[in-house]
């Protein structure tokens, strides 16, 4: 069987978030995702209610039954607990170099909730970080990762970014600022040791995005597997502004839910998608 992209992220019974969400990304450029379950979530749109972890051994059985059949083309990973951590260092060590791992690491949910104590979420960055292609903080997750708080925004994005590589030895970081509350646009930053390049995108009247780090995530991850010879930041700049793309049209202020489906229709005549 040819390779694929996976996902290893929890299950949002809502299905706008985690594990659904990925694969119906990947479904949404015409690829067939393959995807394992990290932990189950009690959540709806309004909130996260619980939290249980995939216990060891039945992920470790479900990633093996997998990779007997193809390893992953491409490789996304969600929501931890941090019991998996070790397993998924170990399945990393067993990739060929050159398969891009993309790590979203979700500390805490847009609604509430988590599954990491703060030392236990600093020893899976030290763990995992180096062992992936690129990692995908927020604001507030960068912040718990650096120990600090910006100053100056966007301008210390840029040392936040170096010190989570130094801290932690992240070969690339997106830094996602899109939680910053101050006035002026968003701003993200794809930072690597011999590179960095902003992205300002205008602020959108939204209480917030269900789902929108596991959407952005699987997007890079989707588009690695697609072109996978390309520069990284190729591959980011891409996704970032598919997922502006998603965002338009989101009427009202409320929490918006993304519907990756839209892809597929708005992108089917100019030849860019699969």
């Not at 960095?196 to 269900?210: A, N």
């Not at 598919?242 to 030849?271: H, K, M, V």
């Amino acid at each position: 069987m040819s390779p694929s992209p996976w996902s290893f992220a929890g299950i949002d019974p809502s299905g706008g978030a985690g594990l659904y969400q990925d694969l119906r990304v990947y479904q949404s450029l015409g690829l067939r995702g393959r995807g394992v379950p990290t932990c189950l979530t009690v959540q709806n749109l309004n909130g996260v209610r619980g939290v249980e972890a995939v216990a060891e051994k039945l992920f470790s059985a479900m990633v093996e039954t997998l990779a007997e059949e193809s390893l992953p083309g491409a490789l996304k990973i969600g929501l931890l607990p941090f019991s998996l951590c070790g397993v998924i260092e170990g399945f990393l060590g067993s990739l060929p170099s050159d398969t891009p791992v993309v790590l979203d690491p979700v500390y805490r949910f847009g609604m509430g909730g988590g599954t990491f104590l703060p030392e236990e979420y600093r020893m899976m960055a030290r763990i995992l970080f180096p062992r992936v292609s690129l990692v995908t903080p927020n604001l507030p997750e960068a912040q718990e990762l650096a120990g600090w708080s910006l100053e100056r925004y966007p301008d210390d994005l840029s040392l936040m970014a170096r010190r989570i590589h130094e801290q932690y030895g992240a070969p690339a970081i997106l830094l996602k600022g899109g939680h910053f509350e101050g006035e002026g646009t968003k701003v993200d930053l794809f930072w690597t040791p011999l590179e960095e390049k902003f992205y300002h995108h205008p602020v959108k009247p939204l209480s917030g995005v269900h789902g929108g780090g596991c959407t952005l995530s699987s997007l890079v991850t989707a588009l690695a597997f697609i072109s996978g010879e390309s520069p990284l930041e190729t591959h980011i700049s891409r996704a970032l502004a598919l997922y502006q793309t998603l965002l338009e049209g989101i009427g009202g202020s409320g929490r918006a839910t993304l519907e990756p489906e839209r892809l597929r229709r708005i992108f089917a005549g100019d030849g860019s998608l699969p």
